[in-house]
């Protein structure tokens, strides 16, 4: 077919951090922290983590630890500059010399975007885009509490730029932290609804890795692990907050995140931040309105990775690509209508005449690059409008 | 079943060093040791790469960097102490900054002890044992040139004790380098025997890594991918040496070490050491000779982990396990029939009294901590004299 595009790597390269996961392990952050060289640790994180009690417990470790902290919790959903901007502040006034942080993606984001401007200066605009950090950030633990962003061991920070009302991408080997820490204990207090989202952002994770140009053998295994989780525990996890459920959840965020860290994302993500950025939308809900209307998109181009999708989605195929297509969109539908995710962009309060405008920022965000399939901004705004 | 071992290990770890793979990208070593602030860099690799034009290659690639650099390839087959000990008094003599190791696992193991004693001092046997490393080792760049070892990401580094005529395993975070670049094309130069014996190895990784009791699901996707890969190209990787093939088992060989260097390995490798250390032996000959019998006796402790085997190993089961079992024993017995390995430990010019010692050695060695079935010195001689 014509459409069909062909890898465009032939190399690979792969990095990940330090991962260390299970339950209890919380109580580690301290030793952590204490092995990075710390001796005051500037600990970010938000308000409903302290009143769950995990800032507590992280708070405990570090002290069990011998080391002092500063804590910072002026962080929001889709964390905005100004928050980043008074959090370096603030670490540069405590004169700490290592950064925790524990949360979702917002807290997680947020905290690489403190430590870029802790050691970088300036203000978090000036980093935008591929490569753009001079100097070495402090080091870094981050301890996800979700089920969704890979934050903590991607090569990513994603701030709102609340004068542009856009979402900014820093890419940079630098912002990985030193240390992922998952203690999947933590998803026992996450609230229902963010269960499902966040595991949305997860899948989206794994079905953009696994089908990106830039896809290797080490992520795709990565890739596929997450989405046989996924497709595995997200119904029981989102209706029956079981253990076992919100671990295998947790454990998918993070094989998705090793996978899209290397291999990078596509149509989903390029959509999904301009909204986010306008709309200060939850970045779950946003991939599970276009996750679908993106595949529909981008099948053409995929056909020859429709078997061992739709097996990383539970089913067996003899290698047919049409049947595979269609146990994969079966699949993603059902394991949508499990999240429990809005299935709109009206939904979500999109106004139907912002389209064009996030149809023509999408065309510029880095995460188009990695598209299995080429798309204009004509191409986005179909996409945005089937799935308004 | 009494004799079934639970997974002892409810956390995991995960750590690899940033990894870089593509035919052709030999020619980035001096970029990456440019990176990694080197001004002069100490190559470390051995006579058959320099013949096979490979050393010119990376020599090339450290000028083009505007690198200095020294040369040593005083490095045999398992590298035994005095290389390494002289190895780093060069290292110190010429001011180097930065180590390359270009070879199979001999030479990149003794380019890690170099890094070792280069900035700790002291004899290599001093650092035996798990963590005895305290100072931070030079920067490290692996290039592996075989189809097994997976020293470019592993976490050890095993030296031959010529004194004591045994194998010393150094294990440390710090042994693992900073960088794994796998060049496919230096496969094509590799001796027809040592494709299958080294692809062997890799084998061997992935299977006691797949069983071990510290196997978690970040090393779990790695083994199988390596088992699926090996299964694949082995037997015409051996016959026709076609670069796809051989490609694969590059590729084999990276996964099978991300795998191992995390969950350990078992009782192969904790024979393996011994035989290898007293009879200076292929080590991948050695495990093929052993590979089958470990097998059949760790049988009966894994049996709920053998449909995913068999499945990596290209089969497809319903999930009876014996059926499962049985598939499995199968397909290694047609790969290590295709890796042209031997398959008897007399073949290797053991003798048979030797055996006892051999069996005693092994069960002090590290490695048997992670078998999936205990065994005391009466088990392990009962595997070595049926592999006799």
Same mark, same amino acid.
């Given at each position: 077919?014509?459409?069909?595009?062909?890898?465009?790597?032939?190399?690979?390269?792969?990095?990940?951090?330090?991962?260390?996961?299970?339950?209890?392990?919380?109580?580690?952050?301290?030793?952590?922290?204490?092995?990075?060289?710390?001796?005051?640790?500037?600990?970010?994180?938000?308000?409903?983590?302290?009143?769950?009690?995990?800032?507590?417990?992280?708070?405990?470790?570090?002290?069990?630890?011998?080391?002092?902290?500063?804590?910072?919790?002026?962080?929001?959903?889709?964390?905005?500059?100004?928050?980043?901007?008074?959090?370096?502040?603030?670490?540069?006034?405590?004169?700490?010399?290592?950064?925790?942080?524990?949360?979702?993606?917002?807290?997680?984001?947020?905290?690489?975007?403190?430590?870029?401007?802790?050691?970088?200066?300036?203000?978090?605009?000036?980093?935008?885009?591929?490569?753009?950090?001079?100097?070495?950030?402090?080091?870094?633990?981050?301890?996800?509490?979700?089920?969704?962003?890979?934050?903590?061991?991607?090569?990513?920070?994603?701030?709102?730029?609340?004068?542009?009302?856009?979402?900014?991408?820093?890419?940079?080997?630098?912002?990985?932290?030193?240390?992922?820490?998952?203690?999947?204990?933590?998803?026992?207090?996450?609230?229902?609804?963010?269960?499902?989202?966040?595991?949305?952002?997860?899948?989206?994770?794994?079905?953009?890795?696994?089908? !990106? =140009?830039? @896809?290797?053998? +080490?992520?795709? %295994?990565?890739?596929?692990?997450?989405?046989?989780?996924?497709? *595995?525990?997200? #119904?029981?996890?989102?209706?029956?907050?079981?253990?076992?459920?919100?671990?295998?959840?947790?454990?998918?965020?993070?094989?998705?995140?090793?996978?899209?860290?290397?291999?990078?994302?596509?149509?989903?993500?390029?959509?999904?931040?301009?909204?986010g950025g306008l709309y200060d939308?939850?970045?779950? !809900? =946003?991939? @599970?309105?276009? +996750?679908?209307? %993106?595949?529909?998109?981008?099948?053409?181009?995929?056909?020859? *990775?429709?078997? #061992?999708?739709?097996?990383?989605?539970?089913?067996?195929?003899?290698?047919?690509?049409?049947?595979?297509?269609e146990m994969v969109q079966e699949?993603?539908?059902?394991?949508?209508?499990?999240?429990?995710?809005?299935?709109?962009?009206?939904?979500?309060?999109?106004?139907?005449?912002?389209?064009?405008?996030?149809?023509?920022?999408?065309?510029?965000?880095?995460?188009?690059?990695?598209?299995?399939?080429?798309?204009?901004?004509?191409?986005?705004?179909?996409?945005?409008?089937?799935?308004?």
């Amino acid at each position: 077919m014509m459409i069909k595009q062909q890898n465009a790597f032939s190399h690979c390269k792969f990095e990940v951090p330090e991962i260390i996961f299970g339950r209890g392990l919380l109580s580690q952050v301290g030793s952590c922290a204490r092995r990075l060289g710390g001796k005051k640790i500037f600990l970010v994180s938000d308000q409903g983590l302290f009143k769950a009690g995990w800032v507590d417990q992280v708070m405990q470790s570090l002290l069990d630890s011998g080391l002092r902290f500063a804590y910072y919790d002026q962080v929001t959903p889709n964390p905005k500059d100004w928050e980043v901007e008074q959090g370096a502040k603030e670490y540069i006034r405590h004169e700490a010399d290592v950064i925790v942080g524990l949360g979702g993606g917002s807290a997680m984001d947020a905290a690489k975007g403190i430590a870029i401007l802790a050691s970088n200066g300036g203000r978090i605009r000036d980093f935008e885009g591929s490569n753009n950090i001079n100097r070495p950030l402090p080091p870094l633990v981050l301890c996800p509490t979700t089920c969704g962003t890979g934050s903590d061991v991607s090569q990513f920070a994603v701030i709102n730029d609340t004068q542009r009302r856009c979402k900014l991408t820093i890419m940079s080997r630098c912002v990985a932290p030193d240390i992922s820490l998952t203690d999947p204990n933590t998803l026992q207090t996450l609230p229902g609804e963010y269960i499902g989202t966040t595991a949305t952002d997860a899948l989206s994770h794994a079905m953009e890795a696994f089908l !990106s =140009v830039a @896809a290797s053998s +080490l992520t795709d %295994v990565n890739a596929i692990r997450a989405l046989r989780l996924i497709s *595995k525990s997200m #119904e029981k996890a989102v209706k029956e907050h079981s253990p076992e459920d919100l671990e295998n959840l947790a454990r998918a965020s993070l094989h998705a995140g090793m996978a899209f860290s290397n291999s990078l994302l596509g149509i989903v993500h390029a959509l999904a931040h301009p909204i986010g950025g306008l709309y200060d939308a939850n970045h779950g !809900s =946003v991939n @599970a309105v276009l +996750l679908q209307e %993106v595949l529909s998109y981008d099948l053409p181009a995929v056909e020859d *990775k429709l078997p #061992e999708l739709a097996f990383g989605m539970g089913y067996r195929t003899g290698g047919d690509t049409t049947s595979a297509a269609e146990m994969v969109q079966e699949s993603l539908n059902r394991l949508l209508d499990a999240s429990g995710a809005p299935r709109s962009l009206r939904s979500l309060g999109v106004a139907e005449e912002d389209l064009p405008a996030l149809a023509k920022q999408a065309k510029q965000d880095i995460c188009i690059l990695t598209s299995p399939r080429q798309a204009e901004e004509d191409d986005l705004l179909a996409i945005l409008k089937r799935a308004y």
